[in-house]
């Protein structure tokens, strides 16, 4: 058996916790985070929309599936959400041409009324509530909490006194560096080309650039991973690591989790067929075209709201979507490399490719070396 | 001494050639294309706004300070131009809020007026001189042809005929696919993170899908190489080499092709401090950001014209800001590599620290695979 060695040995994370590669994979469906364990990955689970209550059992049910081998926890913690989970307060805040252009969505495409509120509506981001979500992570046992948005110093200390490993995703020089002072372990350099909230500088440009300034401070690529090849170019680069989130969509652990409509366009879509748009959250998101992105880009239509009032215009009609799989509105959120991900595969089988296909590629880059004559 | 072989060896490019390192060098100045040849990699001389004449003595002029090393040309080739170099028929079309839009811009900045047209009004790109210009590449002795737009069939046959090396820059796979139907020996997969004219694909998440898709013919990354790290990177992806652009612009044999704006703005930029625009040519062209690209892109400003009409309306304040170096609104095409480089060097320092780095990223990834007890 072979194994990618990497700086990640100074974490103790390859060597103590027996990662064969290193390759961390962030999803919503804790089947999936556990399977990429499972797998001789770090699987990585995406809480931030859950309650602090519904933290704690999903952990405890990864921790029951995995053993004694590593997983995270991701959270999103922007510098300014509302003090309460209050939306009666934040819906007088939402001006009359937004509404009227929701309404005008809805009667075009015939949406159905949901039967609650949405994945963004079924809280609303507060203060209150990111306490309580920091709370039930720092109570648990889980090995690793990253910060996907945001990256307060005192959170990085609290889960550091327990014992877990600290990440921050970053997207430009300026976060790494607060970052860093933040005190993390471990940086996420996301590029443009990733899924979900991401930013403009393309993953090849940033990664060097995040390991310059990080120092000793391990860093993984993130954004666009989908290959082995990836796994070995953003080694060349620098990297500690990969973090991949795409890969893992279109996998049977994530089967219950996907909608036929978000099915569907996942397995035709190419590169091309991703806009970055604010019509998500209010903040720039990756996701497959579709009427959604393209009302909200249509001449007249009106710009995103701030965060987190975006999600309380959205949050019900992006739940009603989801709920009754209204096309043409139906989309997912995805990166750059969603074309090569056409079909339903087991999570282990992805894995399995990342690094056989990453070490061949090492072999063959070693042998275009060669000494020749001066 | 040692050499990085890839699959350019194919081409005969590395062998033959004398190639140290697959490393292709894009410049509009004669002297950095020299210099880049000189250096052990591959000149390539972009000739696109100059006169079938000009070409012809810029080449030759290349060709006696490089003797028999190789070296190339750039054309740009759009599948829609007029026929007839008329820049008086071109101006009629020209809407009037878009004149009155650049004499704001003129009065606004205190635009003095330029001693002549600019680079991009001293020709209006037709048919007549592009089949001129194709005239006097074919006919001279450059080893190499590189179409950075459109690929037409029978330029490429031309070329081939000659003898010549034809090489395509492709932003897609379905731009791949022409060229490689058009037969192409050599293919550029060009990133969203290049600087000038470029695509809405990330270079990590392009050239391996371009190395898939050309099959026997090799692929050349673009769009952020700036480190042999992006060097080993590109190997990794499966591209036989790369094409470098930005890494080019800060050189002693670029000097006196820049303006004292020009170098400040490239000095000071990070990859944030690029912007895509539509306003240089009409089509998408990222450069620094500059109040030019500001006052395009604010509330109020007319959509950029198809191209060539938008040359026509802007060539001759481009031409007046390079020629006065007027502030805020000097600006230079360049990528999201910038950051990398904050002052002068000559070309061979670059190739120099490109090739080494690339030789020590290898050694650093050999060693990262180990063989461990199963």
Not at 38 to 64: C, F, S
Request: proline share 6%; with cysteine; glycine share 10%.
């Amino acid at each position: 058996m072979s194994r990618l060695r990497t700086r990640l040995g100074n974490l103790g994370v390859s060597d103590r916790l027996g990662l064969r590669a290193p390759i961390f994979g962030f999803s919503h469906a804790v089947e999936v985070v556990a399977a990429i364990t499972n797998a001789g990955g770090y699987g990585v689970y995406g809480a931030t929309r859950r309650l602090p209550e519904e933290i704690e059992a999903e952990l405890a049910w990864i921790r029951a599936r995995v053993g004694d081998r590593p997983f995270g926890v991701d959270l999103v913690i922007p510098a300014k959400v509302p003090e309460k989970n209050d939306r009666a307060a934040l819906e007088k805040e939402i001006p009359e041409p937004h509404r009227a252009f929701i309404e005008g969505i809805e009667a075009k495409y015939a949406v159905p009324k949901p039967s609650g509120p949405g994945m963004r509506t079924r809280f609303i981001r507060s203060e209150e509530i990111q306490d309580a979500q920091i709370a039930a992570v720092a109570a648990s046992d889980v090995d690793l909490v990253a910060l996907g948005i945001g990256c307060p110093p005192e959170v990085v200390a609290t889960m550091k006194a327990r014992g877990k490993t600290t990440v921050a995703l970053v997207g430009q020089e300026r976060h790494a560096a607060k970052a860093l002072e933040a005190g993390v372990d471990l940086l996420v350099a996301q590029g443009y080309d990733a899924g979900g909230h991401t930013g403009v500088v393309g993953t090849f440009s940033l990664v060097p650039r995040i390991v310059d300034l990080a120092g000793d401070v391990p860093v993984l690529a993130a954004g666009g991973v989908s290959t082995g090849r990836h796994v070995a170019a953003a080694l060349a680069m620098g990297a500690a690591g990969v973090w991949v989130g795409t890969a893992f969509l279109l996998t049977e652990e994530n089967a219950s989790h996907l909608t036929r409509g978000e099915v569907e366009a996942l397995v035709r879509s190419q590169a091309t067929d991703t806009v970055i748009s604010r019509a998500e959250s209010g903040k720039p998101f990756r996701q497959t075209r579709s009427a959604w992105s393209e009302e909200w880009a249509a001449p007249g239509a009106p710009q995103p709201l701030g965060h987190p009032l975006h999600d309380v215009l959205v949050g019900d009609i992006l739940g009603a979507i989801e709920e009754h799989d209204v096309r043409p509105l139906a989309h997912s959120g995805a990166g750059q490399g969603i074309g090569w991900f056409d079909r339903m595969r087991p999570v282990a089988d992805v894995m399995a490719d990342l690094t056989a296909e990453a070490e061949a590629a090492i072999d063959r880059m070693s042998r275009a070396r060669e000494e020749v004559p001066a």
